[in-house]
């Protein structure tokens, strides 16, 4: 809270605040500093990238320094880099998203809600970057549907359902498929954030949402009629 009032009372510092806390944000999640990976991805940008981050090694370690890509995450959330949106996208798709395949529940936790805050503020992007989006996001509904954590799935898919800007994204074909095996699951909690997705999504694809829903409510009629008996 500090250092968010900082660069409000100071507006004409705040690129180079931001800059230091990209950095870091930076080296905590792949070991170097942004603008030592920013040539690489502009690289990416415009033809296939030279070589790709391998963060085995680095992630490895995440359990040294947990508490610090938290940190790094949660300011990566909070402060819109409007200055580097170009790169940033990138960034996150090849430095964060493979925290999602951590061991540690809270770091894939973590890793897949700060992707989607980080996607919601970029739906606007031009279409390479919007096929990253899509790309990543399919990742992170994998993890909010299939993951053994359940505390992982509520709060993965928790985010999705909360983050308007992405439906557009969420009411394709196949991501709806996912969502659908979601009202399924073990899990009471699951089931209503799955089935609160399906819902927000039913006006932007009817045709796949609408035979879902209503088998959803007749096997609740189903139930009640039982019960009654």
Do not use: M
């Not at 415009?46 to 320094?65: E, T, Y």
């Not at 996001?137 to 549907?145: A, T, V, Y």
Request: glycine fraction near 4%.
């Amino acid at each position: 809270s500090s250092l968010l009032t900082i660069i409000d009372t100071f507006p004409n510092q705040s690129r180079d605040i931001k800059s230091h806390l990209l950095d870091f944000i930076c080296y905590t999640a792949c070991g170097i500093p942004f603008f030592g990976i920013r040539n690489c991805f502009q690289v990416e940008i415009r033809k296939k990238p030279d070589r790709k981050f391998d963060l085995k090694k680095h992630a490895s370690n995440i359990g040294f320094h947990l508490e610090s890509l938290q940190v790094a995450l949660r300011w990566l959330c909070l402060l819109d880099f409007v200055e580097i949106s170009n790169e940033l996208i990138p960034f996150v798709t090849e430095c964060i998203l493979p925290y999602l395949e951590n061991g540690n529940p809270a770091v894939r936790k973590i890793a897949a809600v700060s992707v989607c805050q980080i996607f919601s503020r970029s739906v606007e992007a031009r279409l390479d970057f919007k096929l990253k989006i899509s790309d990543g996001l399919e990742k992170i509904l994998n993890l909010g549907i299939f993951d053994s954590d359940p505390a992982v799935r509520i709060s993965v898919l928790g985010t999705l359902a909360s983050t308007f800007n992405l439906k557009p994204f969420l009411c394709q074909n196949f991501q709806l498929e996912k969502i659908t095996a979601g009202i399924n699951d073990c899990e009471l909690e699951v089931r209503e954030i799955s089935l609160k997705i399906l819902c927000r999504c039913h006006d932007d694809n009817p045709g796949c949402v609408a035979p879902v829903l209503r088998t959803v409510i007749s096997q609740l009629v189903s139930v009640i009629q039982l019960e009654i008996n």
